[in-house]
């Protein structure tokens, strides 16, 4: 019993473990959780590097929408890398035959399809401002849509020649028996041309022949007695017909080497002409090369309008899937995640201005500083022309450290009535004379100049390099200086 309970208890464990086991591969394979992470990887990719957008800002729930439609734009430009590593690669293949050379050709092209997407987008995004209309944007967009469909031409030409390979080698194979034919004859033509003094000679030979075998045939009629003198035997007829053959035998011999030695004479010719017309047949063999099937392909559409209509429908399909990104980007109207993009690129635009006014500010009033530190005329004047953003008010900050060095007692008085003066927008010579005699009138020839010409300066500034420039010449008034 002790026994049989162990056993039973062992297998009961083990179902257990195997039960948890299995439960375990099932969670980890439809766990909910671990999906949604591959599906946000996925989409990350898809619209952070492939569609140049902001997937953070996308991720959130208020922009769902905008989302999808990213997705979507990434989803395109991948597939429109795929579809140009594949067109790449094999443009490549037809023309080296080296599949590893082609498939990192492809790979290459692919990425350098999709580096150009991406650029297209980025340019297309979102910027601060007025919402354009859709003619707008086309006009603005014209060149990108241009490049895209010359990309989707360039991309959809090596998948139609390899989309209606059969076709084409069809083709090529009926060209070259054409083309084989014509120039078959062609050197059939030009070897009898070299052969000509050969044929002669065989004619010659040939008619020397005929002579000789019309002796012989005399010759033996004549020893029969049937032509001739009539009487049987060898007479002197016959010794005559014996030496006609023989010199008919002469000149076939002569013949013969006359036309062994044209033979020998023209053998080099003729194997020349067959070594040309072999490696030109070759040649035509071999040129399987890209130009040759898109040469061909061309006259497929041209001769035959069911296959041209065919190929300008997959053309016309890869061209659409290159532009069709753009072409979202285009017709979507501004959505809550371009306005909220819009938003903080102004919002960066006016830190970005702020912080450099900040700067501004901070370096002119430590240059200031510097200035009220320094006991060297020459110093000060360096530390002015560094301070000055421009040549006028470089001139008014002269004028200032002329008046500086002067040490009037009253400056900051005759100065503030100056500026409050010129805030007013309505001063003229004989307010400037009136105040200079009030405030001035212990003032010699040479400081109420002075004042003058400064006076003349600061009514040429506007507003805003005005308030600078009072900000600058209080800074460094003689009393602070003093």
């Not at 989409?43 to 569609?51: D, G, R, T, Y």
């Not at 859709?134 to 991309?155: D, H, N, T, Y």
């Amino acid at each position: 019993m002790n026994i049989y309970h162990r056993s039973n208890f062992g297998r009961k464990s083990a179902r257990s473990i195997y039960r948890k086991s299995q439960q375990q591969q099932t969670s980890s394979i439809i766990n909910p959780q671990s999906f949604k992470d591959k599906k946000d990887k996925v989409e990350e990719f898809l619209i952070s590097f492939c569609a140049a957008a902001d997937f953070k800002l996308l991720k959130k729930p208020e922009f769902e929408r905008e989302r999808k439609k990213y997705v979507s734009i990434g989803t395109s430009v991948i597939f429109t890398a795929l579809l140009a590593s594949c067109s790449g690669g094999y443009a490549f293949f037809t023309a080296v035959k080296a599949i590893n050379l082609s498939v990192g050709f492809g790979i290459l092209w692919g990425a350098m399809i999709l580096n150009i997407d991406r650029a297209m987008l980025i340019n297309m995004s979102p910027k601060s401002g007025k919402q354009p209309n859709f003619f707008q944007k086309l006009v603005v967009a014209s060149p990108r849509l241009l490049l895209s469909i010359a990309i989707g031409v360039i991309i959809s030409t090596p998948l139609t020649l390899k989309i209606f390979e059969k076709e084409i080698n069809a083709q090529i194979e009926q060209d070259f028996v054409k083309v084989e034919k014509v120039q078959q004859e062609a050197k059939k033509n030009e070897i009898n041309k070299v052969k000509v003094e050969l044929e002669k000679i065989e004619s010659r030979i040939q008619e020397l022949k005929k002579n000789k075998t019309a002796k012989q045939d005399e010759l033996i009629e004549e020893i029969q007695g049937k032509i001739g003198s009539g009487k049987e035997g060898e007479g002197a007829a016959a010794k005559s017909i014996k030496e006609s053959i023989k010199k008919i035998e002469d000149d076939i011999a002569k013949e013969e080497v006359a036309k062994v030695k044209e033979e020998q004479r023209i053998q080099p010719e003729i194997e020349q002409i067959n070594q040309k017309y072999d490696r030109e047949s070759n040649i035509r063999k071999d040129s399987d090369g890209f130009l040759n099937r898109f040469a061909t392909r061309e006259k497929i559409k041209h001769h035959n309008p069911t296959a041209g209509l065919a190929i300008h429908g997959v053309e016309f399909l890869l061209i659409a899937i290159e532009v069709f990104p753009l072409l979202i980007k285009l017709m979507s109207k501004d959505g809550n995640y371009e306005e909220a993009i819009k938003l903080e690129q102004e919002n960066t635009l006016k830190n970005i201005k702020k912080q450099a006014e900040n700067n501004v500010e901070i370096q002119e009033r430590q240059q200031l500083i510097d200035y009220e530190y320094q006991t060297n005329d020459l110093d000060r004047q360096v530390l002015l022309a560094k301070s000055a953003k421009d040549p006028q008010s470089f001139n008014i900050l002269l004028k200032m450290f002329e008046l500086d060095s002067l040490k009037l007692d009253l400056y900051n008085k005759l100065l503030d009535k100056l500026i409050e003066s010129i805030n007013r927008h309505n001063t003229s010579q004989q307010d400037f004379d009136s105040i200079i005699s009030i405030y001035g009138n212990s003032l010699s020839d040479h400081e109420r100049a002075t004042y003058a010409d400064l006076f003349a300066q600061l009514q040429k500034l506007s507003q805003k390099d005005l308030q600078r420039t009072i900000t600058l010449l209080k800074s460094v008034s003689p009393q602070q200086t003093a």
